[in-house]
């Protein structure tokens, strides 16, 4: 029945900081509604929805989130300069190893790059890699896990 995650959505301090980050990714503002303080982009072609919420000022700004964007392993082994070029730094991943190529989950097997927004959401891009899971927690650079597996 379930067949994918049609839309998330994410609370920012400032609207228009947080639309001018997304559109940076290339990412096309769908709808804003001024009076609630929401915007609304579409992803890909089955338009995925990603809705930015603005949380009150004074108010407590509640956790941050994490959710990723599927790209192709060409771009995602481009992603660390694409994202340089439009003053994004990419971040550590959640396993302490730096920035300098895309890493691979192998239990997957999915190689990512990470990086944050304005307010401090954690973002990832994503590809799914050909082969066959491998049982660890090791997490390793794409270019190790070419040599190491491929």
Same mark, same amino acid.
């Given at each position: 029945?379930?067949?994918?995650?049609?839309?998330?959505?994410?609370?920012?301090?400032?609207?228009?900081?947080?639309?001018?980050?997304?559109?940076?990714?290339?990412?096309?503002?769908?709808?804003?509604?001024?009076?609630?303080?929401?915007?609304?982009?579409?992803?890909?072609?089955?338009?995925?929805?990603?809705?930015?919420?603005?949380?009150?000022?004074?108010?407590?700004?509640?956790?941050?989130?994490?959710?990723?964007?599927?790209?192709?392993?060409?771009?995602?082994?481009?992603?660390?300069?694409?994202?340089?070029?439009?003053?994004?730094?990419?971040? %550590?991943?959640?396993?302490?190893?730096?920035?300098?190529?895309?890493?691979?989950?192998?239990?997957?097997?999915?190689?990512?790059?990470?990086?944050?927004?304005?307010?401090?959401?954690?973002?990832?891009?994503?590809?799914?890699?050909?082969?066959?899971?491998?049982?660890?927690?090791?997490?390793?650079?794409?270019? %190790?896990?070419?040599?190491?597996?491929?």
């Amino acid at each position: 029945m379930i067949k994918s995650i049609y839309e998330t959505h994410l609370e920012v301090k400032n609207l228009e900081e947080s639309i001018m980050f997304y559109e940076k990714l290339g990412i096309k503002l769908a709808h804003k509604i001024e009076k609630r303080r929401v915007a609304f982009f579409f992803i890909g072609e089955d338009k995925q929805m990603l809705g930015l919420w603005e949380v009150e000022k004074g108010k407590e700004f509640h956790h941050k989130g994490h959710f990723a964007f599927g790209v192709s392993l060409h771009e995602l082994e481009n992603s660390i300069e694409w994202l340089k070029e439009r003053g994004i730094k990419p971040t %550590e991943n959640f396993f302490g190893l730096n920035p300098i190529e895309p890493v691979v989950h192998t239990w997957m097997p999915a190689a990512s790059v990470y990086f944050r927004d304005p307010d401090g959401n954690s973002l990832e891009f994503i590809t799914l890699l050909d082969g066959e899971p491998i049982e660890t927690n090791e997490v390793l650079y794409l270019s %190790e896990w070419k040599v190491k597996y491929s």
